[in-house]
């Protein structure tokens, strides 16, 4: 009696059924459509209620060293920085371009809610970092998102870091 052939080739998976009708399915596209973006908190205070909140109600929100800071005031510096944020952010008001980046070395600046959608080029002691300002950079340190060095990555020792390698020439 022959052998059999086994047929090679691609089966069909068997069928699931998911359980939702064309309704549910309608449904679900629909919330999936309907869903926004997540909305930032700032200590509890949404961050478009942020903006409209003076300087004086936005300081009892930061921490002490942030509040310390906005009670000596800022030098002039700091508030001529945030007017050029303010004009270039004006420039491109309306359209979909976003603001052209304004360089700084003011890495001691705190991040304000008028900051942000801003672009800013940080100095970090070599070159100029570029910072996106979002919501949730609010009350920190400009500083912090420009890394003045640059991270050690641990791999393997290279030529000439072992004794059998006193002999090999390095050319």
Known sequence: MPKKIKKIGKRKAPRRRTGMTEEDAAKAAELKAKRKFRKYY?????????????????????HARARRRFRRGLSDKHKSFIR????????VQGTIKKPKII???????????EMVASQIG????????HVEVKPDMIGYYL????????????GRPGLGSTGSAKFIPLK
């Open 103 to 113: 360089k700084t070395h003011l890495r001691n600046m705190i991040v304000v809610p």
């Open 122 to 129: 940080v100095y970090n002691g070599k070159g100029y970092i």
């Open 84 to 91: 050029r944020l303010r004009k270039a952010k004006k420039s």
């Open 143 to 154: 500083a912090e998102f420009s890394i003045t060095y640059k991270p050690v990555g641990h």
């Open 42 to 62: 700032y200590r509890g205070i949404e961050v478009e209620k942020l903006l409209d909140l003076g300087t004086r109600e936005f300081k009892e929100l930061v």
